[in-house]
């Protein structure tokens, strides 16, 4: 037969040609041969009512350019090129570095701060207002880290980048879809995505999924002339198309676009922060107009002493390192990842993986290895052994674009070149078999079928029985038929004759047995959902030790409403002979039961899946439609990656919600203690520099070590409860511990220096109170938190007693009795904290 021969820049006039070249090369013409009856016909041009209303996916177009199946010239490109007709949409759209600063410069709480600051600089002395320079520190760490994350994201970008095969000069070529121009002819096969708008000009059983456009479920058979939409993939058949519209003009490249910009919103972890923020903002408004009204109206001293308590009251409230901190955390999170080349295409994945109780794995690429090998050749019915090895080369030649398992076919029986094909059918994971039609060599004429014998073999066939022994051994086995009726009959498989069997053996990840064995330690469900006999599927996986792997189910029994679906996945691990359709239903069955679900794949056939699913994770070696809907892409195609993903989601989500109760706790007592001041018409017990020393020691500093440590708990729900079911109480027992201090030292004290020794007393108390939160959140203790927590205090105590230290804090315990009681209260309120969490813990559980 034909070899896959070079295109001819003379081609024949569009749609012209017989088919019988190659498929999908110049030439093939409007080959229609193999179309599923599901696949929907795309109306032709002519067909469309002149009145009729418009179909945003299908709208009718000026008169597209004559298809060229040589493609353009490199003078013609540079042409377009000089006219900017050139698709300038990036390929990924990561934050701009001026993006980077602003997002991390100009914030609400930063200006506020940047306000307050330059107050305090000229009214007060430098350390009343360090907490401008830490509020710079933080920006200058959050700016950094999220450009080093820029870098490992972008450079990865790249690495996993889709190359489309256009026609350049008469030869195909693969370029960067941002060097596609206007009249290009890109070629397409399965698996691949359409990056432009264009029009087919051949197609050989090609048919497009426009579900990610439309909604519009089966696949669309597109003819020459059909247009083709950006966002839409090849689910079956080839071909080669015009782009017709490129750039931001194209149907969906905007929303492409935004689909994988860098971005840190969008998740549950972000708007919990933004929740907690927005009520922040509406508490300081009014108990900081009180605290103004309070300490520069009503109480009559020195006017810089006044403005300098003020702005101690208003700074705490703010909790302008939470933001910072979420933000380092993510950033760290994907230089992490980078460096095991795992690309983060939408940073919420982090943390969504995190949450995820069920991951459905697809067997063929994830658990196995993408290559398969011939073992053995089984004829059927005395079938001529050599006569079967010309027509599986002859169908290996036939697929220009051939999966794994036909590419073992090609590699064990090359093709003679005696025979040409007439007409393909191509293979299909919604109807499990491909086939071709043949003129051989003597003349005669044959039409073969090639797939899933339970799916071409009518039940109780008697080679039925001996090919589930096969599969029993993990094997995989395609059934070789040939077919009685045409191609483009939808019932060509009904009455083939079978002719012969061919076993493959399938190669096992090495690394796939830990890391399901990882996913069952951690309490996530995996599910194997594969396209392949369920026998074989079973096998596989019971290799892998995968638990419930003896329950498998062939999808083609199962219930097709939700409910009975989500019971059946509820109750086994391992499904057979699903279809592309079933597995985006089970990703939906198991959302109903309340399960955050993630999808791995690597082919054209899990794309829905993925889209659906909460978190869609694609090898690098996947399809191009696999990898631009998936959120994470293993780059490495080591399915052992995905613990480190799931780790690092678990260390950012964990640990966020540690220091989020550090930091609002803060913000309780920051308010509590400014509307007690109000209310007591008494001066606000601390200057900012007191507050600055407490926040560094209690929260700042160890708040950046607990949000990058390891954390291994499952992320939970509701964040925002989570947070501040401890932070309210927390927050209220300091704050009313500190005042209580405050008071009885007001009373204690008396004469010059007495607010400066009232102020140290409830420094102390506060100090101490806020310690015990930290220890309590720094449980599990090791020895690094042990000492942390140690480290904190033993920096407290250097203030306390080195002299310049005490002077420049303004921090000096006059007498006993009333430090003592400071530590007294301070005792009493970190018990009452302990026993309030406590209860906390049992009344509201997380």
Same mark, same amino acid.
């Given at each position: 037969?034909?070899?896959?021969?070079?295109?001819?820049?003379?081609? !024949?006039?569009?749609?012209?040609?017989?088919?019988?070249?190659?498929?999908?090369?110049?030439?093939?013409?409007?080959?229609?041969?193999?179309?599923?009856?599901?696949?929907?016909?795309?109306?032709?041009?002519?067909?469309?009512?002149?009145?009729?209303?418009?179909?945003?996916?299908?709208?009718?177009?000026?008169?597209?350019?004559?298809?060229?199946?040589?493609?353009?010239?490199?003078?013609?490109?540079?042409?377009?090129?000089?006219?900017?007709?050139?698709?300038?949409?990036?390929?990924?759209?990561?934050?701009?570095?001026?993006?980077?600063?602003?997002?991390?410069?100009?914030?609400?709480? &930063?200006?506020?701060?940047?306000?307050?600051?330059?107050?305090?600089?000229?009214?007060?002395?430098?350390?009343?207002?360090?907490?401008?320079?830490?509020?710079? =520190?933080?920006?200058?760490?959050?700016?950094?880290?999220?450009?080093? %994350?820029?870098?490992?994201?972008?450079?990865?970008?790249?690495?996993?980048?889709?190359?489309?095969?256009?026609?350049?000069?008469?030869?195909?070529?693969?370029?960067?879809?941002?060097?596609?121009?206007? @009249?290009?002819?890109?070629?397409?096969?399965?698996?691949?995505?359409?990056?432009?708008?264009?029009?087919?000009?051949?197609?050989?059983?090609?048919?497009?999924?426009?579900? /990610?456009?439309?909604?519009?479920?089966?696949?669309?058979?597109?003819?020459?002339?059909?247009? $083709?939409?950006?966002?839409?993939?090849?689910?079956?058949?080839?071909?080669?198309?015009?782009?017709?519209?490129?750039?931001?003009?194209?149907?969906?490249? +905007?929303?492409?676009?935004?689909?994988?910009?860098?971005?840190?919103?969008?998740?549950?972890?972000?708007?919990?922060?933004?929740?907690?923020?927005?009520?922040?903002?509406? #508490?300081?408004?009014?108990?900081?107009?009180?605290?103004?009204?309070? +300490?520069?109206?009503?109480?009559?001293?020195?006017?810089?002493?006044?403005?300098?308590?003020?702005?101690?009251?208003? $700074?705490?409230?703010?909790?302008?390192?939470?933001?910072?901190?979420?933000?380092?955390?993510?950033?760290?999170?994907?230089?992490?990842?980078?460096?095991?080349?795992?690309?983060?295409?939408?940073?919420?994945?982090?943390?969504?993986?995190?949450?995820?109780? $069920?991951?459905?794995?697809?067997?063929?690429?994830?658990?196995?290895?993408?290559?398969?090998?011939?073992?053995?050749?089984?004829?059927?019915?005395?079938?001529?052994?050599?006569?079967?090895?010309?027509?599986?080369? %002859?169908?290996?030649?036939?697929?220009?674009?051939?999966?794994?398992?036909?590419?073992?076919?090609?590699?064990?029986?090359?093709?003679?070149?005696?025979?040409?094909?007439?007409?393909?059918?191509?293979?299909?994971?919604?109807?499990?078999?491909?086939?071709?039609?043949?003129?051989?060599?003597?003349?005669? &004429?044959?039409?073969?079928?090639?797939?899933?014998?339970?799916?071409?073999?009518?039940?109780?066939?008697?080679?039925?029985?001996?090919?589930?022994?096969?599969?029993?051994?993990?094997?995989?086995?395609?059934?070789l038929a040939r077919a009685v009726r045409e191609l483009d009959d939808p019932r060509v498989a009904e009455g083939?004759?079978?002719?012969?069997?061919?076993?493959?053996?399938?190669?096992?990840? !090495?690394?796939?047995?830990?890391?399901?064995?990882?996913? =069952?330690?951690?309490?996530?469900?995996?599910?194997?959902?594969?396209?392949?006999?369920?026998?074989? $599927?079973?096998?596989?996986?019971?290799?892998?030790?995968?638990?419930?792997?003896?329950?498998?189910?062939?999808?083609?029994?199962?219930?097709?409403? !939700?409910?009975?679906?989500?019971?059946?996945?509820?109750?086994?691990?391992?499904?057979?002979?699903?279809?592309?359709?079933?597995?985006?239903?089970?990703?939906?069955?198991?959302?109903?039961?309340?399960?955050?679900?993630?999808?791995?794949?690597? @082919?054209?056939?899990?794309?829905?899946?993925?889209?659906?699913?909460?978190?869609?994770?694609?090898?690098?070696?996947?399809?191009?439609?696999?990898?631009?809907?998936? +959120?994470?892409?293993?780059?490495?195609?080591?399915?052992?990656?995905?613990?480190?993903?799931?780790?690092?989601?678990?260390?950012?989500?964990?640990?966020?919600?540690?220091?989020?109760?550090?930091?609002?706790?803060?913000?309780?007592?920051?308010?509590?203690?400014?509307?007690?001041?109000?209310?007591?018409?008494?001066?606000?017990?601390?200057?900012?520099?007191?507050?600055?020393?407490?926040?560094?020691?209690?929260?700042?500093?160890?708040?950046?070590?607990?949000?990058?440590?390891?954390?291994?708990?499952?992320?939970?729900?509701h964040f925002v409860r989570r947070v501040m079911r401890y932070a309210i109480p927390g927050g209220t027992v300091?704050?009313?511990?500190?005042?209580?201090?405050?008071?009885?030292?007001?009373?204690?004290?008396?004469?010059? @220096?007495?607010?400066?020794?009232?102020?140290?007393?409830?420094?102390?108390?506060?100090?101490?109170?806020? #310690?015990?939160?930290?220890?309590?959140?720094?449980?599990?203790?090791?020895?690094?938190?042990?000492?942390?927590? =140690?480290? #904190?205090? /033993?920096?407290?105590?250097?203030?306390?007693?080195?002299?310049?230290?005490?002077?420049?804090?303004?921090?000096?315990?006059?007498?006993?009795?009333?430090?003592?009681?400071?530590?007294?209260?301070?005792?009493?309120?970190?018990?009452?904290?302990?026993?309030?969490?406590?209860?906390?813990?049992?009344?509201?559980? =997380?």
């Amino acid at each position: 037969m034909t070899q896959r021969a070079k295109i001819d820049t003379e081609g !024949p006039e569009p749609g012209g040609g017989s088919g019988n070249g190659h498929p999908y090369g110049p030439g093939s013409g409007s080959g229609t041969g193999g179309t599923t009856a599901a696949a929907r016909t795309a109306p032709a041009p002519g067909d469309i009512d002149a009145g009729a209303e418009l179909d945003p996916v299908h709208p009718v177009s000026p008169p597209a350019p004559a298809f060229r199946p040589g493609g353009l010239g490199t003078a013609e490109v540079a042409e377009r090129v000089a006219r900017g007709e050139v698709n300038d949409v990036p390929v990924r759209s990561s934050r701009s570095t001026a993006d980077i600063v602003r997002g991390n410069v100009f914030t609400r709480f &930063n200006a506020i701060i940047g306000v307050l600051w330059v107050i305090m600089l000229f009214v007060a002395p430098i350390q009343d207002s360090l907490f401008g320079f830490v509020i710079i =520190a933080n920006t200058g760490i959050g700016i950094i880290q999220e450009l080093r %994350a820029k870098k490992t994201l972008d450079g990865l970008a790249v690495i996993g980048e889709a190359k489309p095969t256009v026609r350049r000069d008469g030869a195909p070529v693969e370029i960067s879809t941002s060097e596609i121009v206007l @009249g290009d002819v890109i070629e397409l096969g399965p698996g691949d995505k359409v990056v432009v708008d264009g029009t087919v000009g051949e197609a050989e059983g090609l048919e497009i999924d426009e579900s /990610l456009l439309t909604g519009e479920a089966d696949p669309v058979l597109k003819k020459p002339g059909d247009p $083709v939409m950006s966002g839409s993939f090849v689910v079956a058949g080839g071909g080669a198309f015009t782009a017709t519209k490129v750039g931001r003009e194209a149907y969906a490249a +905007q929303l492409a676009e935004e689909a994988s910009r860098f971005t840190l919103v969008h998740s549950e972890l972000r708007s919990g922060i933004s929740t907690i923020l927005k009520y922040v903002t509406w #508490m300081m408004i009014p108990t900081s107009i009180g605290l103004i009204i309070s +300490q520069l109206v009503v109480k009559d001293n020195n006017l810089r002493d006044s403005i300098a308590r003020t702005v101690g009251g208003i $700074v705490p409230m703010i909790p302008e390192g939470l933001v910072l901190l979420t933000s380092v955390a993510f950033a760290i999170g994907v230089i992490r990842l980078g460096r095991k080349q795992c690309l983060v295409q939408e940073l919420p994945a982090i943390e969504g993986l995190a949450r995820v109780d $069920v991951v459905c794995l697809d067997k063929t690429g994830t658990l196995t290895e993408g290559g398969m090998d011939v073992t053995e050749l089984r004829s059927l019915g005395g079938a001529d052994p050599d006569h079967v090895k010309k027509v599986l080369g %002859a169908l290996g030649e036939s697929d220009p674009r051939p999966n794994a398992s036909l590419q073992a076919i090609i590699d064990a029986y090359p093709d003679s070149e005696e025979w040409r094909c007439t007409e393909s059918l191509p293979f299909s994971s919604a109807r499990k078999y491909s086939g071709a039609g043949f003129s051989e060599g003597d003349g005669e &004429n044959s039409t073969w079928l090639l797939g899933a014998p339970d799916v071409l073999l009518p039940d109780g066939d008697p080679a039925l029985a001996e090919i589930d022994a096969l599969n029993e051994q993990g094997l995989r086995v395609l059934l070789l038929a040939r077919a009685v009726r045409e191609l483009d009959d939808p019932r060509v498989a009904e009455g083939a004759r079978p002719t012969a069997l061919i076993v493959l053996e399938q190669r096992l990840r !090495p690394d796939a047995a830990d890391t399901l064995r990882y996913f =069952a330690e951690q309490n996530v469900h995996a599910k194997v959902i594969s396209g392949d006999n369920a026998v074989s $599927v079973s096998a596989v996986a019971g290799k892998l030790g995968l638990p419930g792997a003896e329950n498998t189910v062939d999808a083609r029994k199962l219930p097709s409403d !939700p409910e009975g679906m989500a019971d059946a996945l509820d109750r086994n691990a391992v499904f057979g002979r699903v279809t592309p359709q079933q597995k985006r239903d089970m990703v939906a069955a198991l959302q109903s039961r309340g399960h955050t679900v993630a999808m791995t794949g690597d @082919g054209v056939n899990d794309v829905l899946a993925l889209k659906d699913a909460d978190i869609g994770v694609s090898m690098g070696s996947g399809s191009e439609a696999t990898r631009a809907v998936a +959120q994470i892409v293993l780059l490495n195609n080591s399915f052992a990656t995905l613990p480190s993903v799931v780790a690092e989601g678990r260390r950012v989500i964990g640990n966020i919600t540690r220091v989020a109760t550090l930091f609002l706790t803060k913000t309780v007592y920051s308010v509590l203690l400014a509307v007690l001041v109000v209310c007591s018409q008494v001066e606000y017990p601390f200057l900012p520099r007191h507050l600055t020393l407490l926040s560094t020691l209690t929260i700042g500093v160890p708040a950046f070590f607990l949000a990058l440590a390891p954390n291994k708990e499952r992320a939970k729900p509701h964040f925002v409860r989570r947070v501040m079911r401890y932070a309210i109480p927390g927050g209220t027992v300091a704050a009313v511990a500190t005042f209580v201090t405050y008071l009885i030292a007001r009373s204690h004290y008396s004469g010059e @220096g007495a607010l400066e020794a009232e102020t140290s007393a409830a420094t102390l108390t506060l100090f101490l109170t806020s #310690m015990w939160v930290l220890a309590i959140i720094a449980r599990p203790y090791t020895w690094w938190r042990i000492a942390l927590v =140690a480290t #904190m205090g /033993l920096a407290f105590l250097i203030v306390l007693v080195v002299p310049w230290l005490q002077e420049f804090f303004e921090l000096k315990l006059v007498g006993t009795t009333m430090p003592w009681g400071a530590v007294g209260i301070a005792a009493a309120a970190s018990a009452l904290i302990e026993l309030v969490f406590r209860w906390v813990d049992r009344k509201f559980p =997380a």
